[in-house]
């Protein structure tokens, strides 16, 4: 699974590289609108509802990443303007070399800076998208092992048709061993020394009345298994007063595990159907969007990183007069460019968030 979506996120970059696709207020609805139908699951089983609510903590870590970012791009097209300003300077000849040369320290040093937090956004956004790959994979997973067997299922029905079925098994022991021993599940023998003296000493009633009436060492395993047993029947059941009593119990237990068992097989179908739903709009999310403010945050770090090397190259120049600045210039516009069209789409998130919510 993880390679299919390596392969798939290779494909995705690939496009986005040809084609110059930029970050859009449809890519963000997508993104919020795939989370949102999440976070309305609602669903009896504990794995998958464990794995909605990682899928919810990361909706709200990417929420604070989008408000959180929107400073830094402000701040870009702010650095940008300075860049813009500085290369008109340059070009009209009009400055010191002293005054100029501080300029461009400060310039390099707020690049510096805006590299570092773009980096950290950078980061920041890629370790979500890989919180949600590892969610697609956990539930890929799980779907496998409960298509295999619905007992691997962790749900409340799982857990009551396993107690139903212990309970079955537990009843059938204790009525095969009396009818094996002769021994009459009648009259006050056994509501004393089972269910009365369980409710003083516990298990010591138990074994004390296999060892009276099997006439068997305690210490045996077997004489403790079948202790064991009988304190479970009493305790959960009370006394059987007849031998028929309890055939209608097991028999009572079996259609109860048989309609349990039909239950889960529904419930496996259901599950299955979510775990789909689920895997495909993280897809959206993983795949088909969220890659575009991946691809966004590394195009600035990138940007940055030229920007700085320009600087660098200038601040060094003996002769500023032949400082290069058109590639500098083209840099410090498409940062701004990307940055103020960033900002002005993440302002819109409230609004998509509250539309999508009605």
Known sequence: ?????????NQIKKILDQNDIKL??????????????????????????????KINDQYDKFITFCDDTKSLSNALVNYSNDILSAVEVI???????????????????????NKTKSENYESQIKQIQDNLEGIIEELFKYRGEISKDIKNIESDTKEKLVSTEKKEKTLKIVRNIAIGTGIALTGAAVATAVTGAAAV?????????????LGMSVFTTRIATLASAFLSVAL???????????????????????ILNTKLEDDRDRFLNVIKMINEELKAIVIHNINI?????????????ANIEKLESGKLKLNLNV?????????????????????????????INLLLKQ
């Open 201 to 213: 000493s516990g298990a010591v009633a138990a074994v004390e009345f296999v060892e009276v009436f």
């Open 236 to 258: 959960s059941y009370g006394t059987y007063k007849s031998d028929s009593a309890l055939k209608e119990s097991i028999s009572a237990n079996e259609k109860t595990a048989i």
């Open 323 to 351: 400082f290069d600045t058109t590639a500098i210039s083209r840099n410090a516009k498409e940062i701004k460019e990307q940055a103020r069209e960033y900002h002005r789409i993440m302002n819109l998130i409230p609004q």
């Open 24 to 53: 859009s207020t449809e890519a963000i609805g997508i993104i919020i609108a795939s989370f949102l139908t999440i976070r309305q699951v609602q669903v009896n089983d504990k794995i998958i509802s464990s794995q909605i609510q």
């Open 293 to 305: 403010i991946v691809n966004h945050w590394e195009e600035q770090v990138n940007s940055l990183s």
């Open 91 to 113: 070009e009209e000849k009009n400055f010191k070399r002293e005054d100029l040369v501080d300029f461009l320290n400060s310039l390099l040093s707020a690049a510096r800076e």
């Open 1 to 9: 699974m993880k390679l299919t979506i390596d392969m798939a996120e």
